[in-house]
């Protein structure tokens, strides 16, 4: 059960009194700072004075009431349901908690990181890490498995794959001790958000194995639908060391559990996949054959389709079909302007106003977009192998209208981006 100190301080923090204001009264304001970091044990008498002061109670009356909606909120968390339905059920809790001790309250905190992550409010997760930091010394087991599970979220959300991998590994550490404590699924979604990250730092090798580690549970639990996210990310994998046999197999694996599923997301995101391994194989037919299949499918968010207008538009110009290069830039234009928010879809924007200005030969604007904003951009994201599509594709533009230096300029910047992408 959590110390009494610990709830103390927690509590105040969260009701934003000084420790002057609750030690006003009852005790001095050292008396209390032992009392909150469990230096010294404070009287029944003193313990209630306090509480009293901050509105709570430390009884168990309602003990089992509370693990059980705790239960059913953290797998509501797990699994993403319904936002509504979240925040409703926190709401309820919360409403509990601020007037009980429980032995769950830290949990309970630690599961605020996970929740604030899923509503996108990115400043309350940090600030709920930084509330929790100074009571993480005092975290049995389980509560440091979420504890750096969860701010490997974080940290994920920030795309920092290099801090997210730090705490996910961590998180793994403490797994080992939790044989009993944690269900398989969460060891299995563990190994598949590490397999995740290290396709995301391009660790393709320990990407693969911890996508098995994860597909070999998902497959004993009959969890179809995360053994067909294993199989997409065992095909990127076995794509990048040109294993393409392997990677085809993994794609098609993934599309079969996704139409078993009726997984119109899952199912898309294969198709993005396999488009992506038959461009990179220079098999243009196959690949547009794949992309065609998401860019119209409306079950589809706007932001996806237009990943997937961005790969097309880059296909077609490629094979120099102009004529359905322009048709599908028109509708990628269409896409963003569906999006109020640009940032979401910035890297897409670039795409599609790079081939815009081509065909139109605005070359001045051509020149000026890629060169002052995308590729500046790219390099801030580290997006090498995007870095060496388009620095060679400006490259190509000068040789054209007899800009030699400045063709070898670009030609460069595409050979040390894929130097950078040969040393990740």
């Not at 009287?43 to 306090?50: A, M, N, T, V, Y």
């Not at 925040?87 to 905190?109: G, M, T």
């Not at 997760?125 to 490997?152: C, H, M, P, T, V």
């Not at 234009?333 to 640009?342: A, K, V």
């Amino acid at each position: 059960m959590m110390e009494i100190g610990s709830f103390i301080k927690l509590q105040r923090t969260k009701q934003e009194k000084t420790l002057g204001e609750l030690a006003e009264g009852v005790v001095s304001i050292s008396y209390l700072s032992k009392i909150e970091n469990s230096k010294t044990q404070a009287s029944p008498e003193i313990i209630k004075l306090l509480c009293n002061r901050l509105g709570i109670q430390i009884d168990n009356r309602e003990e089992e009431l509370i693990k059980e909606k705790l239960n059913d909120w953290f797998s509501m968390l797990f699994e993403v349901n319904n936002k509504e339905e979240i925040i409703k059920a926190y709401e309820e809790i919360q409403e509990i908690l601020d007037r009980n001790l429980s032995e769950n309250l830290l949990l309970f905190e630690i599961h605020k990181i996970r929740y604030y992550l899923i509503l996108g409010e990115y400043d309350e997760a940090a600030k709920k890490i930084n509330e929790l930091k100074g009571l993480s010394n005092n975290f049995d087991s389980l509560q440091q498995f979420y504890w750096y599970k969860f701010r490997g979220n974080y940290y994920t959300a920030l795309s920092d794959y290099s801090h997210a991998m730090q705490m996910y590994k961590k998180s793994e550490e403490k797994s080992g001790y939790l044989e009993y404590d944690l269900e398989e699924i969460e060891i299995a979604d563990l190994n598949y958000t590490i397999a995740v990250t290290h396709s995301k730092l391009r660790n393709t090798l320990e990407a693969i194995e911890y996508a098995n580690k994860a597909l070999d549970i998902y497959m004993k639990l009959y969890n179809f639908l995360r053994c067909a996210q294993c199989h997409n990310i065992l095909g990127i994998s076995y794509r990048r060391i040109k294993m393409y046999d392997k990677a085809i197999k993994n794609y098609n694996l993934a599309l079969h559990l996704g139409k078993l599923n009726n997984n119109r997301q899952l199912i898309q995101l294969t198709n993005q996949n396999l488009g992506y391994l038959y461009s990179t194989k220079g098999n243009s037919i196959e690949a547009i054959k794949h992309y065609t299949e998401v860019i119209y499918d409306k079950s589809i968010q706007p932001v996806e389709r237009l990943a997937t207008v961005s790969s097309l538009v880059r296909e077609y110009y490629t094979i120099k079909n102009y004529e359905e290069t322009r048709k599908i830039v028109n509708y990628g234009q269409e896409l963003i302007e569906e999006i109020s928010d640009i940032e979401s879809c910035r890297i897409f924007y670039y795409v599609i106003y790079t081939y815009h200005y081509l065909l139109t030969e605005e070359y001045d604007k051509f020149e000026a977009l890629v060169k002052q904003d995308f590729l500046p951009y790219l390099q801030k994201h580290e997006d090498y192998a995007s870095v060496i599509i388009y620095s060679k594709l400006l490259a190509n533009h000068y040789e054209k209208i007899h800009k030699y230096k400045d063709a070898s300029k670009y030609y460069k910047e595409a050979n040390f981006a894929y130097e950078q992408i040969i040393n990740i």
